[in-house]
């Protein structure tokens, strides 16, 4: 029985307040059965879960409801094929049976929120084992199967291997691979993969982690120097000293001369150094004529070559929800909560001027959802218009993140970060079973409490953190 879960925002913004009401409320439609487990689906027309977005939603759902923060988890885990693969996606077919695919990687959104969920749901030992496990199993797969030969990259095979639909610098690689061995006359993969990469990473790092709570410091040591052998490889092979960026390689190993997002997505795996990360925000990220375009976050920036502005499900271009969503750990794990809050609020205003439409997609100039067909399987009458998509899941949570991140409550594995956004008054709660965290700000300055306990007035604009029973432990600075 896992604990109950809930979130009370109340503003005197109007256009925010409704915002946040409907994006909960289209996130309860998004809610399916598969099998005997309740998930949160993509939503948007796709009715299936993804590897690349939905360990993710579930782990940020858990603010609503633990029980799906977990099952989004558990799915995956119990998708896993005896050689170690993990499903790409889930399907549940009509007899109520969820079918694993494994026709694509799909994107790695896993780890770290598989472990989130495991701080959440009261440290089940068992569940450690068995993300442990999981993981382990995954990274030797992917080494077994995508190494470049020695140099310590990982391939990509399939356009779906990194989710990016549509997006031009595959070339004429296929769509999805069901195969272990590589196709063999497509002109850009195998592909030396920053993603691919990544996801070793991930892997290497998240079992570090859970070694040291195992209490097993030796095997933390091996699975650290494994990630930093991963991260060398890395930057060794596909970053660009003298433009401060990552670069795929196609299967002739030259460069792949896209600058694109995927940068970031190393961010989000932690497989950047300091440096890196911090020389591609400045040079890069926060380049307007690149990354940080009127609506930010473009799949590839504004001014490359390969830049297309197209409204249709495509990564070649226009602003994706799963990339806002992903850019909030990927950037405050380098310490830019400052930009977070900045981005946050240009999505958050863009969903609001589209008439709270929750897209795919979003036109990087002018801010416009892409209302394109929902890719639902529904027959639709000839001479009749196409239903226009809405309630797609990344781009619900991460408009609920932002919220939470800028105004509100984050229970943060050990931590309670309380968010203190300026602007209209408001007050944010989060009820965590017994517990309870509240604000209650006038724009200006806030009061924070656990329970019925006054933890402190701090003034807005900073993020203030604390343990679980309310002891201060450190301030960020979140508004510029």
């Known amino acids: 029985m896992q604990a109950e879960t809930g979130v009370r925002f109340e503003t005197r913004d109007a256009a925010l307040q409704r915002l946040f009401d409907e994006a909960e409320s289209k996130c309860r439609k998004n809610l399916r059965m598969f099998g005997e487990r309740m998930v949160l689906v993509e939503g948007g027309g796709y009715e299936k879960a993804w590897l690349e977005t939905q360990p993710m939603g579930g782990g940020m759902y858990a603010k609503r409801d633990l029980t799906v923060a977990l099952n989004n988890q558990l799915i995956f885990m119990e998708g896993q094929r005896a050689d170690g693969r993990l499903p790409g996606s889930l399907q549940c077919m009509p007899d109520g049976t969820v079918e694993p695919q494994y026709n694509k990687l799909q994107g790695f959104c896993f780890p770290a929120h598989a472990l989130d969920v495991w701080y959440l749901t009261g440290k089940d030992p068992a569940y450690l084992d068995a993300l442990a496990d999981c993981l382990r199993r995954f990274d030797e797969y992917l080494q077994r199967t995508r190494s470049r030969g020695g140099s310590g990259l990982l391939e990509s ?271 944010f709660e989060q009820r965590f079973g017994e517990k309870k965290y509240r604000i209650v700000s006038d724009g200006h300055d806030a009061e924070l409490w656990s329970g019925d306990k006054r933890i402190c007035a701090a003034e807005c604009g900073y993020r203030i953190i604390c343990g679980p029973d309310g002891e201060i432990l450190r301030r960020i600075r979140i508004e510029d």
């Not at 779906?160 to 590589?182: C, F, Q």
């Not at 990630?227 to 792949?256: E, P, Q």
């Not at 999505?347 to 959802?369: H, K, S």
């Not at 984050?410 to 008054?425: I, N, Q």
């Open 157 to 427: 095979w399939c356009v779906y291997d990194t989710g990016e639909d549509n997006a031009l610098r595959y070339g004429a690689a296929p769509v999805w691979w069901t195969e272990d061995t590589p196709p063999v006359n497509a002109d850009v993969v195998p592909m030396a993969s920053m993603d691919v990469t990544g996801y070793s990473y991930a892997c290497r790092d998240t079992l570090r982690l859970i070694s040291l709570l195992r209490g097993c410091p030796e095997d933390a040591e091996t699975w650290a120097q494994k990630a930093r052998a991963t991260a060398a490889a890395l930057k060794d092979g596909l970053w660009d000293d003298r433009r401060s960026a990552c670069y795929d390689r196609d299967k002739n190993d030259r460069v792949i001369d896209v600058l694109c997002h995927n940068n970031l997505r190393c961010m989000y795996w932690g497989a950047f150094s300091r440096e890196m990360a911090d020389r591609f925000v400045h040079e890069h990220l926060m380049n307007e004529n690149e990354f940080m375009t009127p609506l930010p976050l473009p799949s590839v920036a504004a001014n490359d070559p390969l830049f297309r502005n197209a409204p249709e499900n495509n990564w070649s271009g226009q602003c994706e929800g799963l990339t806002f969503q992903r850019a909030i750990p990927a950037l405050e794990r380098y310490g830019y909560e400052t930009t977070v809050t900045y981005i946050g609020r240009r999505l958050l205003d863009a969903v609001i001027r589209n008439g709270y439409i929750f897209a795919q997609q979003y036109d990087p100039f002018t801010g416009e959802a892409s209302r394109v067909g929902m890719y639902s399987h529904d027959v639709i009458a000839e001479g009749a218009e196409e239903p226009v998509q809405d309630a797609y899941g990344p781009t619900l949570l991460a408009c609920l993140e932002y919220i939470s991140h800028i105004w509100g409550i984050e229970l943060k594995r050990d931590e309670v970060w309380f968010s203190l956004g300026s602007g209209e008054p408001y007050t």
